[in-house]
């Protein structure tokens, strides 16, 4: 399935009922091109992981409303405090009455209890939530790309993990999910922008994330990956040891 809008932003679903709504920036605004996506989990207790920025919520909110209301929504989740990943949070809460924010611990205790017009329901590192037939779980990974609060959620039951920021892919035009490699692209990206912590932890963060086994990567900027998520990360461990 895929649609298009004035805006361009286009959506596809790239494992079960979970949904990628991509927006993409031309070169002449953000240099070489870029994507912002969100990923939509349409289940019994939908969710909505980032919200984008709050410019493109006219954008996101009607990609959405492509598959289900957006009022019906019940967890808007994000991986750490930044403009793309949450800056649109009030709009959707504010669209969405019976939604609450969902991040991590330290998430909630240092920014978003604040900034939020509802509490958050915050993950414990490992916890896991029903969204209905599908279950997530949160795993922290602070300073992982970046952002103390940062954390990555995984998908149980389709092996897609959240991965945020990691495996950033320049560009504005990408397939909604590819089986080629974004490792090299992504590096490219890491290499021009130096966007990830120097955190001294990396290759025990992402042996975490690895454990998981996830078949999906859910990146947020450019393509979703499909293949060994396990081996991929362990890649990207080792470049960054470089
Ligand atoms: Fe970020
Ligand atoms: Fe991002």
Known sequence: MKTNYQSNTTIDEIADKIYRIST??????????????????????PMVYHTGPRKMFPFTSEAISAIIPVNTLRYIGFSHYEADECGALNDFLEAAPGAE??????????????????????LADGEQLSLGEKVIQWIDTPHFPHGWECGHLFETTTKTLFCSDLFTQGGDKHEPLTESDILDSSEKMRGALDYYSHTRHAHELVDKLAMTSPRVLACMHGSAWQGDGALLLRKLADRLAV
């Open 24 to 45: 993409p920036v031309p070169p002449e605004a953000i240099a070489g091109g870029f994507t912002f996506n969100q990923y939509l989990v349409v289940d019994a207790q």
């Open 101 to 122: 924010p969902l991040c991590s611990t330290i998430a909630k205790m240092v920014s978003i209890d604040d900034i939020a017009i509802r509490p958050a329901r915050a």
